[in-house]
């Protein structure tokens, strides 16, 4: 059963405590996203990946860090330095190709108390 | 500063009747267009694209048009079904970031009235 699993669906932290979001997906593809949605707003793009190893920031960087150690996994730390950390969660991947279609995952909502 | 723009947050519509949704774009590099459809806490689904090379996209009840020297995409759903009823975000690639990489406009919800 092919797909991009996030997990947990929801999930509450603490101020001042790091959480890390899950991202994993069995569909070989080689690159990787994570997505921040906010009530009424668009997607903004945290951090992408396109190969193992190697990622870079995307619009909205400060206060989270990735890994790519596995082409199937891409996890999500949000830190203690992230100001506004409550939001939805997005991981999405597509193969790298330049009019591939980018599939997301099922999201995972972070609230911070 | 937006590059990729959704004016109309909300939209309503009749179940049977055509609903229109529109984005316009500033960055003249974009050179490829997606429609994505969402529901509450879910993730977005794929619903169609096109390229700056088409101005036209059809696929069943969707087609998207592009108007290249207006910088403005609309997609058209005909005929709209209640089913329909979801957040709808427009995304643009082009290659002056990341080749890859998507900025998404704010989003339009659609509401189909049966």
């Known amino acids: 059963d092919g797909g991009i699993t996030q997990s947990p669906k929801y999930l509450f932290r603490k101020e001042g405590q790091n959480v890390t979001l899950s991202c994993e997906q069995n569909l070989n593809h080689d690159a990787m996203y994570w997505y921040r949605q906010d009530p009424g707003q668009g997607l903004r793009l945290i951090y992408y990946?396109?190969?193992?190893?190697?990622?870079q920031k995307g619009d909205i960087a400060e206060g989270y860090s990735v890994s790519r150690e596995k082409k199937e996994s891409f996890p999500l730390t949000v830190t203690s330095a992230q100001k506004n950390p409550t939001a939805f969660y997005l991981c999405?991947?597509?193969?790298?190709?330049?009019?591939?279609?980018?599939?997301f995952g099922p999201g995972t909502r972070l609230t911070v108390l | 500063d937006q590059q990729v723009k959704q004016n109309s947050p909300s939209l309503s519509v009749q179940e049977g009747r055509i609903s229109i949704l529109n984005c316009d774009y500033t960055?003249?590099?974009?050179?490829?267009f997606l429609w994505y459809k969402k529901y509450p806490a879910e993730g977005p689904t794929f619903l169609i694209s096109i390229s700056s090379i088409k101005d036209k996209n059809e696929d069943g009840r969707f087609t998207v048009f592009l108007n290249k020297s207006a910088k403005h995409l609309s997609l058209h759903i005909v005929p709209s079904q209640p089913g329909d009823s979801a957040v709808y975000f427009c995304?643009?690639?082009?290659?002056?970031?990341?080749?890859?990489?998507?900025?998404f406009g704010g989003g339009t919800r659609l509401m189909v009235k049966p």
């Open positions: 990946s396109q190969i193992v190893n190697d990622f």
């Open positions: 960055n003249s590099m974009f050179d490829y």
């Open positions: 999405a991947t597509n193969r790298g190709g330049y009019t591939d279609t980018q599939y």
């Open positions: 995304a643009a690639r082009g290659m002056s970031g990341a080749g890859n990489m998507l900025t």
